[in-house]
């Protein structure tokens, strides 16, 4: 968040929560605009996102401006109680402008243009798109900054471009300039006395187009962090352009969750609030688990304050090879799973479905079939619930436990060359996120440069790259009485995936009272025996399936948890806990299966002091979380299922929802 | 079939039944021609295809003509009693054309150039490579136009080529020009609000190029119907060249059954008759019934006239990745399927097997192991065969079952983002041709916009695009008495691609007598109840496994023939059945397992008055088809069958054939 | 080998065995440096190669040098008595070169460049990249033929770039003016009047780029060749020029085995030694059988001398998706290996791992954790134990067994359409190998050139080529009492990939007194009977699962050891036998099961008069291996398990091995 946040700048509209959609009218023909926005009333629909693709509609022709649809729909739907966020179109530039312009549009690794017909295509390095895209965001916001139905800027779409274009080398190069100061720093950072990949003049240095064999690591995770960058800059110019002639209301852009392309934690912070887009797949039953993940990340990202989910489906989307439909009920636990984990509103793309284009078979708020459909029903239902459950609104919902992650770590950790590319930074998020899940605790996904202090528990599933700075931080946490669980592959790399030549992990071995010498992913399963009789399991020892790691306990308060049982590291420890300060420091040296694992985060909970919401585990696919004082008990599955509480017992049936409020026990819904 | 066909144009030579093969002469010494053409007397060939692949040798640099050595092969072929199909060898041009005119040469969706060494290096839009084309055409037509070895032209071959540059970007709008009308024709055709993807010039107009994101699906289908144009326009350029010099021969070009990158009704309706290239495949049991689904889209672009197996193997052939060769028995039941589901004729590709080039693996009438061999010896026995079957030749084939199908339906039905990349055009056709397949019953695969009134019973396997007028028609069709059933994901769309908002099957929702709301992928397998007892199945309820919709009957006279049983669509209606008229409208909102398919499509032939023309459904492997007072039993399989006629069993051996008179019983073969 | 090798050049050091490994010492600070060698001595290491990839600290800019660093560290290894393999660095240009030259980076088939950024990204064919190459190699003999230190020099590294750029194809072409003479040659070899490729100039013709369908295979071929030869004429260029300065001391480069990028055959001959880099695959338990066949190739290509293992990892490596390392113990069985199949030595890379760069995650001689680590403990002791097998060095390790192989029958036998893709070299190779290697049989992998005089077998598993020549020579082996055992789809082409008109396997027919006129790829297994009983298998007959061809038995002395027993071939010959002259010819026409195939190979062995090493076949994991009157048993598997010698039982541990003196029984380790 940047200062404007703190209460200095504008945020998200706090009377009640938001039930809104994409609304294109560019689409559909004026005379049912009218139609539209009774049918939003009759939906509860309170905000709608507009002129997301409009850009051609706009201007279309360099420099001819067409604003009069524009104004109409928009005092249309303020007449009609609507409120608008008002989108810049510069995620879809026109067909004239990748014409006129070619520089404008991204070229891939391999050197291939890529061309309009779609969306998206442009290069973000490019000072044409630049200026294109910062005259006609002044045009909107001098027109509309003061039309009373814009509530909210909505900048852009999904950012997320990246290209490999002499332009962009050049504006690389600007950026490595900042970064590393002189050429010698480039080299340093990149290790290029490796292959012999020395620069002797900036204008060697290029963007990592495809070559013959494995790329530079620093060079692939400098343009990474460039990229994204570049993004963000995006962001903040348009941002900057509208906040010239609007100081009231927020600015944002809709994020997609776990985007590899973008790192947006830096994005968040120069948000007003932020505002992410969530997909369910309805074909997945474990879907809801990567949402709520999802969610956290959304709520760290904003530090406990309410976000907002800009996109979701109503039923099924287009973009996946089979696209299964929300069953019955589903729109409702989906939507409510959100607003549980902090969002301060809900809204779909689109409103209606779109009879051409890409994306006709997407589902909408008004299907093909209209307003007499199942889809709208149970739509128009959720707007009746969301105006019920207003109080909600601008409650925090802050956590005790944080996840360390971020993208630089991501990045360099899946890079091309390493260890094992069977285990991922999203797999080990998932495994270390779902025994939180299974007992409904609150979780946020933070930064490892947030503030600590305020989380009891922090666990690092699987964070690459931790810098020395954070390792101090994370061991303050612990001598101050913080738990911290430190998951395998952690701590290997500084902030320019250098490696340390050091037993590993490197600037994390003291806290935790172990270091390694060789990591070892496995051939086969190893079993791990625990030697606390705590912590039993589902029969049978659990396997180590794809990771193991060499390692020796050398603190003085480091006990061995769990060790291997055979093969070349039998009997050697495979997880760890050392007693440090006040708190407590484990590693686990190998993938765990559930069960073991599950144990293991619980133990750290208990240790931290943590009570947990509901006496016993969750049934599978039951969602338990609170926020605002109720209790969300959500059913994600097909059957009926009962969910134990303190004084009393809660019958879900097949995508079900109910809310309690823990101070009355009264069920809201 | 244009207006040449209808009597006014030469049509395919009718003295008894061809039996041909492709003879490229430039691969083998001048002293071994007589020696071919002694063999090929031995096989009983009587008409070889020359020059398909001979521009280089008949124009070695441009304008530097060599025809002696033509002249040559066709005196010899005429001496020996060979009838020639003369070939324009425009399919693959001389190095010196793409080294000369890089223009001539196709670029791929990215903007690679695909370069010569190979075949079909050609761009169909290239104003040079079709000037390049025509004179070569005339030289050939000028000069062999009277002599008396010609009796048939063959144009190209196996058109099929695509190419993204800008010289076709040109053609494109001239095409788009001719159909829009005008430049907001286009943009409404194409939906171009979505997206901001407005055109404001011509010029920005491009084939869809690799692009970010999902492609326009408008533009997509425009650029596959433009493409399918321009391949119909290079053929016509020629024939029109032809026929200047030749009013006498038919001119044909061989097609590839259903092959994706071409309408084939198009150019059929161009050509003298159908020719076409079919290749099974003989490590997959099933291929023959692919096999006689693409003879009986032969038999239906050629409205039951005769055709020409243009192209077959004598065994095996090089192109696939594991390739099996015809077991001893199959060279022959292959051709006859051929003869027996109309064509006039059978060719092999080709006579000798090469000895060096990309197809030196391909199988061949004279094997490089010479004529001592089995593959030869079978090839001369079926020579001799055709000639004793030559009175079935000139007969028609009509039949009183149409599946209508359509290619841009194909296209626009399996464009990018869909509800499931699973339920596939050709699947599904195959899925409804199958029971009729299995029970001998004529089939002809025809253009919606066809004559209905000459069938009994229509079936719309998937048919995406249905226009107004083809519903029209469907339903006086329903209405005078004829049967209809109509499969899942069909009429979902207008001749643009664009959706209704309205329910579905849109224009066919009257005469069906039922509409849905939502297409629903399915997750997981749902059973299916029939109601009535007859549609009894081969134990167990039938399951849906990857496709469901959401009905509602709305037809007075409409009945539930099955219903879901279990899940969101529990009790509704899968298949139903609307009395409209004198006829009956079948609908199947699910993908139906075989037996249960079978079963339905069985009952509408019984309700079309359809007789079956073998008592008992057939052996597998077996197949069984009427022409010209004969039943042609053949089987496909390894062991040995029998079939149960009428009055008589018929023992067939593994790859066994027999034909028998209708009127007499008699066996021929 | 090359004249040099015969007597007349520098052959590779022999006092005592090499214990090496690449150092680069320009990752590290000068400080570190001391440290380094103190590390090496304890190690044993006696070789380091030096400057590998040290290009752009050679010369960071064009013409700019900078050798302080290099004299400085070659001073300091020679003061610690560490040899020095000087390295040239040119298989990494440093950015500048591919900035400013850009003619110097290679273009891919599809016309893209290849960047720097990774290594390698050197077009062969460039004239400026050549001479840049020259320049600092020519430097660097000048600078260092007279160091003390320098006692072998290294060219390049792991050649094998391949590019399709306009100077490619300009010396494409006159690499066919000489190979073909003429362009009537070129057209005749590739067979040109197929496809209407012929070639009417020389500008014409290109390398084989992206084609719209399959290639034109002689084309292919000989591009493959060109490529090659491109690359052999690199390594030439640079070692006669650093023979100007230094004929004293070897010249190499280090190949990669079964790499299919060049003809190891035709490099093999240009260097003093062969040197070879080879990485156990530690997740897949047969690869010790690929890496015994790749020393077997060394062995065939020193004709018996000593080859040197150049490269090889420590633990894991990490270009793999998952790199499982190596277990204890296998870093010594695996170098134990590559001695005992006759190399002089055994070099790791690196001797440091890297803190950055692509190959950070690559096990070395010193591990990122230090020299007190497993790897570090093993390596040193595995030095020790090279000093003490030093007595060996030198010994010749001549096989009576043959297996022929060469590149051209690799690349045109593995041509895009053919037979069956499922067929494959590698796999045929290994299949007749492994009989061999189970029972402790010597063997050299040769070209089919080679002097067949000194061996009493010889095994042709799938030669596609043969041509006449060399099917003489085999025919007069056999005549001389040779036992020759010939696999399927083998003898297929002629040198210009070309089939005969005759039945097949063409030149060998005779000598083999069978001949085939199909090959039959299979659909489904087919059981073959052996007439002999004295070829008994593991229960049941063995079936052939992808290949079987039609043949004829025609030879006076021709028995059929086996046969198909149902199918199509149902009675026909699988296994040939013909006595000829003294000796005797077996041919395969189909794929075994690899018990089938022992008893065939080892029935060879057998009549060869060739007696088993060992009395039993040897345990499966165990590798038993004859050099230098010591008998190395090891054992590559992870349990315990028992050699049967003549006069005792030999147990070897886990990951073990001992070596026994065969004159004394003493064991040596």
């Known amino acids: 968040m940047n200062k404007h946040h703190l209460g200095l700048a504008p945020s ?12 294109n009218p560019e689409q559909w023909p004026r005379e049912s605009w009218p139609d539209d926005i009774a049918l939003m009333q ?23 401006w067409n604003f009069a649809w524009l104004d109409e729909i928009l005092d249309l739907l303020h007449a009609g109680g609507i409120r608008v966020s008002l989108a810049t179109p510069t995620a879809s530039p026109p067909p004239w402008l990748g014409k006129k312009y070619p520089q404008t549009l991204p070229v891939d690794a391999d050197g291939n243009t890529l061309w ?65 100061v002189s050429l010698a720093g480039v080299n340093r950072a990149w290790g290029t006395t490796f292959w012999s990949q020395q620069y002797s003049t900036w204008e060697e240095i290029l963007p990592p187009r495809t070559a013959p064999y ?37 600015v944002t852009t809709n994020m997609m969750g776990f985007f590899h392309g973008m790192d947006y934690f830096d994005l968040a912070s120069e948000t007003d609030f932020v505002a992410n887009d969530w997909y369910t797949d309805p ?115 802050q956590a005790r436990i944080a996840i360390l992650f971020d993208w630089s770590s991501w990045w360099a950790g899946e890079s091309e060359a390493r260890p094992s590319q069977r285990l991922k930074v999203m797999d080990q998020l998932l495994a270390y996120y779902r025994p939180l899940l299974r007992h409904g605790l609150s979780v946020e996904v933070v930064h490892p440069n947030s503030d600590l202090a305020r989380f009891d528990l922090v666990l690092l599933p699987h964070l690459f790259i931790v810098e020395q700075e954070q390792a101090t931080a994370l061991t303050h946490f612990v001598a101050d009485g913080g738990q911290l669980l430190v998951g395998p592959f952690s701590a290997v790399a500084d902030r320019e995936a250098k490696l340390a030549t050091a037993r590993f992990p490197r ?69 760890t806990s050392n007693v440090w300060g006040l708190g407590e420091a484990r590693y686990i040296g190998a993938d765990l299966p559930a069960a073991a694992l599950e144990s293991l985060v619980l133990s750290a909970v208990q240790a931290a002091g943590i009570e947990l919401p509901v006496p016993a585990r969750l049934p599978d696919d039951v969602e338990a979380v609170e926020r605002g004082g109720r209790l969300f008990l959500l059913n994600h599955g097909s059957t009926s299922t009962s969910v134990e509480l303190a004084d009393t017992t809660i019958t879900l049936p097949p995508y079900g929802a109910t809310v309690v409020s823990q101070k009355t026990n009264r069920v809201y819904s």
């Open 12 to 23: 998200m509209p706090s009377d009640g929560l938001i039930f809104g959609a994409d609304y």
């Open 507 to 575: 600037v994390l071995s003291e806290v935790l009272g172990v270091s390694g010498e060789e990591w070892l992913p496995l051939a086969a399963p190893v079993p791990i025996i625990f030697t606390s009789p705590s912590a039993s399991h589902d029969g049978g020892d659990p396997q180590a399936t794809l990771w193991s790691e060499d390692l020796e306990v050398h603190g003085a308060n480091t006990t061995t948890l769990a060790y291997f049982a055979s093969g070349r590291l039998s009997g050697k420890p495979a997880v």
């Open 116 to 180: 309009y017909g779609s969306r998206n295509q442009f290069n973000p390095s490019s000072a044409k798109y630049r200026e294109a895209a910062a005259r006609i965001t002044e045009k909107l916001a001098e027109r509309y900054a003061k039309h009373p139905a814009v509530t909210l800027w909505h900048v852009g779409n999904e950012l997320g471009q990246i290209s490999y274009d002499d332009e962009t080398a050049c504006a690389f190069r600007r950026w490595l300039m900042d970064r590393h």
């Open 214 to 250: 494995i790329r530079n690591p620093g060079q692939e995770l400098d343009f990474k962090r460039f990229t994204s960058d570049q993004l963000v800059s995006l962001f903040r110019a348009e941002r900057d352009i509208i906040r010239r002639y609007d100081t009231e209301h927020p």
């Open 283 to 397: 074909g997945d039953p474990d879907s809801w688990q990567m949402g709520a993940l999802t969610h956290d990340l959304c709520r760290g990202m904003s530090q406990g304050a309410p976000w907002l989910l800009m996109e979701s489906a109503t039923s099924a989307v287009n973009w996946r090879p089979h696209n299964v439909a929300k069953e019955p009920g589903a729109l409702r636990v989906d939507a409510l799973s959100a607003v549980a984990r902090g969002a301060d509103g809900v809204c779909f793309f689109q409103f209606r479905q779109s009879a051409f284009g890409a994306e006709r078979f997407h589902s909408a708020v008004v299907p093909l079939a209209g307003a007499e459909t199942r889809v709208f029903r149970e739509a128009a239902a959720l707007g009746s619930e969301m105006a019920q459950l207003g109080a909600i609104a601008g409650t925090s919902s």
């Open 42 to 64: 009759r939906a509860g629909i309170n905000l709608v996102t507009v002129g997301v693709f409009s850009w051609a509609q706009l201007e279309p022709e360099e420099g001819r």
